[in-house]
């Protein structure tokens, strides 16, 4: 189910409930603004708030955490989660500071309207950690494989449904009409994982992919959307290796600007993460430096 909520008018997130014969699970519980609108699904599914067993998350930013406060406190459900940014999920605030404010450049924006507001007003936190190969059995049959897709965040997971092969990805995989540049921690950790959805699709003969951003896909549509997600990233790299030869010396929140020109995407704090994350990289190939706060590219 979507839950509303928007970035520019163009964003909302989907939540799954996942119901087996002995336990109920739900998939990430979106954002606050959404809340009327899973207390709805709690009542269209026939699902009393005190049958949900698990909330699984796949990762810890604010569009996905937005409402583990409430459902904890409504439910008594277990929330389980990887490891990695557990800190994160058990406080907002330091959730928002740590990507929003992550860089000076980006400290303009205001922690509240980019990200508190997309959160209620208490956490959720993990009561229990999951890793890659991890299973969630839900009884008769249904059972939620763990799969770890770090690269959008280092702590992302995807969960793949054993009984009907459905595979659930929240954001390694973004839309093609996703407002933003395309947000990743490390360039080489997030094409790895572009190469790990594909071998799994295959592989494990999955036969839909339930996406948290976009309509379910058949598995061509998901290797298409790999291709052009995979594609994405590159241009990114590419104009900054453009702009930095094009523009010597240029600043970091220039580098931005640009890079987001280049994709018609809105400058903002998300792709201050992406940019840092390429020019760490192209630092230690010895691609890229800075000097005097500038940008050059030396390979």
């Keep these: 189910m979507g839950l509303p909520g928007d970035h520019e008018g163009k964003t909302a997130t989907r939540v799954f409930f996942v119901r087996g014969a002995d336990r109920i699970g739900l998939i990430d519980s979106g954002l606050y603004g959404g809340l009327p609108a899973l207390k709805q699904a709690f009542e269209e599914l026939g699902i009393a708030r005190g049958d949900l067993d698990f909330l699984l998350l796949t990762h810890e930013h604010m569009d996905h955490v937005g409402n583990n406060g409430w459902l904890k406190a409504e439910t008594g459900c277990r929330i389980l989660g990887h490891r990695a940014r557990a800190d994160r999920v058990a406080d907002n605030l330091l959730n928002a500071k740590t990507i929003v404010h992550a860089f000076p450049e980006g400290e303009q924006f205001d922690l509240n309207t980019e990200y508190l507001d997309w959160m209620g007003p208490t956490e959720g936190p993990s009561d229990e950690f999951i890793k890659d190969g991890d299973v ?49 921690e490390d360039p080489n950790v997030m094409r790895a994982t572009f190469g790990k959805i594909e071998n799994f699709l295959i592989e494990r003969d ?23 997600c995979r594609r994405r990233v590159d241009k990114v790299e590419t104009s900054m290796i453009t702009h930095m030869k094009t523009n010597p010396g240029i600043s970091f ?7 987001c020109d280049d994709q018609n995407v809105v400058r903002e704090w998300r792709a201050l993460v992406s940019i840092d994350a390429s020019l760490k990289d192209f630092v230690a190939k010895g691609l890229a430096e800075n000097r005097d706060g500038g940008w050059h590219y030396v390979g």
């Design 253 to 259: 929140s220039e580098l931005r600007d640009k890079c």
């Design 136 to 184: 969630i059995d839900l009884g008769g049959g249904v059972a939620l494989e763990v799969v770890e897709v770090f690269g959008h965040s280092m702590c992302e997971v995807g969960y793949f449904e054993l009984s009907t092969k459905t595979l659930v990805l929240a954001d390694p995989l973004l839309p093609p009409f996703n407002p933003v540049l395309y947000l990743y």
């Design 206 to 228: 999955v036969q839909s992919v339930l996406l948290a951003h976009d309509d379910a896909k058949t598995v061509v549509e998901t290797l298409e959307l790999v291709d052009d």
